[in-house]
C-alpha cells in the first residue's frame, strides 16, 4: 500500500510569489492535516480537511489556504511568501479524526523563500 | 488552550544506555497520547500511542505509561542503538472538540558507538 506522497519534494521561492504544494493521501483515507515544521519551532498544526470541507484552522494568517478534492487529496496554497515561511511542510491522513485515528505523514516539502 | 512540554535536548548516550525523555501535557479531559519519530531526512512515523489513563504503549522496544495524576506520557527504552539515533516528538490529540493535535517541539537523540 503506497504511503502519503508529497510533492514537489523541494520549492525554491522568492518574496512574494505563491507557493502550491500537494498531497495524497493514504487511499481510503478521508482526513488530510497539513503542519509547517519551522526550524527549532517544532510541528505547528496549519489545516485539516476532511470530507472536502475545511474542519480546523490553526493560527497562521488567511494567506495560507488550501482545498481538498473530491479524491481525497489536498493542496496548500501560500500567497504572499515572506522570508519565514521557510520551512518543513507535512501533510499527514487518517482513516477518520486524529483522537483514534494515526495520522500518517509524508516527507514533506521543503519551502525555501530568498 | 493544550499544551505539550519535552525536555531540551540532544540527549547523547553511549549505544546499550537507558533512554527516558520526558513528555508532559496540558488538556482537558482525556486526550490520546502519542511519540512519532523523524529520522534524519524523513517524516514523522508513528511510534506509539496510548487512549486512555494507565494504557501503556510500545513498539521496538519503546514504552510510554499516560499518567493522568501526573499529566505525564515519558518514553522509555532499556537499551538504545545507533539506529535509534532520530528527533522524537510528544503529541496530545483531545477527545472532544476540534480533534487538532498539538506536537511538542521535538527532542533529539543522538547515540554514539
Known amino acids: 500500500e503506497a504511503g502519503v506522497t508529497q510533492s514537489p519534494t523541494h520549492l525554491i521561492k522568492t518574496r512574494g510569489q505563491q507557493a502550491t504544494l500537494r498531497c495524497s493521501p493514504i487511499?481510503?483515507?478521508?482526513?488530510v492535516y497539513w503542519y509547517q515544521q519551522a526550524l527549532g519551532l517544532g510541528l505547528q498544526f496549519l489545516l485539516w480537511?476532511?470530507?472536502?470541507?475545511?474542519?480546523n484552522r490553526g493560527n497562521f494568517p488567511p494567506r495560507f489556504s488550501g482545498r481538498q478534492f473530491p479524491n481525497y487529496s489536498s493542496e496548500l496554497n501560500v500567497n504572499a511568501l515572506e522570508l519565514e515561511d521557510s520551512a518543513l511542510y507535512l501533510c499527514?491522513?487518517?482513516?477518520?479524526?486524529?483522537?483514534?485515528?494515526?495520522?500518517?505523514f509524508g516527507p514533506g516539502t521543503r519551502l525555501l523563500v530568498l | 488552550g493544550n499544551s505539550v512540554t519535552q525536555m531540551e535536548g540532544p540527549v547523547t548516550l553511549s549505544e546499550e544506555a537507558f533512554l527516558t525523555i520526558n513528555c508532559t501535557y496540558t488538556?482537558?479531559?482525556?486526550?490520546?497520547l502519542f511519540w512519532y519519530v523523524q529520522y534524519p531526512g524523513e517524516g514523522l512515523q508513528l511510534l506509539l500511542k496510548a487512549t486512555k489513563a494507565d494504557d501503556k504503549g510500545s513498539n521496538k522496544g519503546f514504552e510510554a505509561t499516560y499518567r493522568k495524576e501526573t499529566t505525564s506520557f515519558h518514553l522509555e527504552k532499556g537499551s538504545v542503538q545507533v539506529s535509534d539515533s532520530a528527533v522524537y516528538f510528544c503529541?496530545?490529540?483531545?477527545?472532544?472538540?476540534?480533534?487538532?493535535?498539538?506536537f511538542g517541539r521535538g527532542t533529539s537523540l543522538i547515540v554514539h558507538p
Open positions: 480537511y476532511d470530507e472536502g470541507e475545511e474542519r
Open positions: 503529541a496530545l490529540v483531545p477527545s472532544g472538540g476540534s480533534y487538532i493535535p498539538t
Open positions: 487511499s481510503g483515507h478521508t482526513s
Open positions: 499527514a491522513s487518517s482513516f477518520g479524526q486524529a483522537n483514534q485515528e494515526t495520522q500518517y
Open positions: 488538556a482537558t479531559g482525556y486526550p490520546s
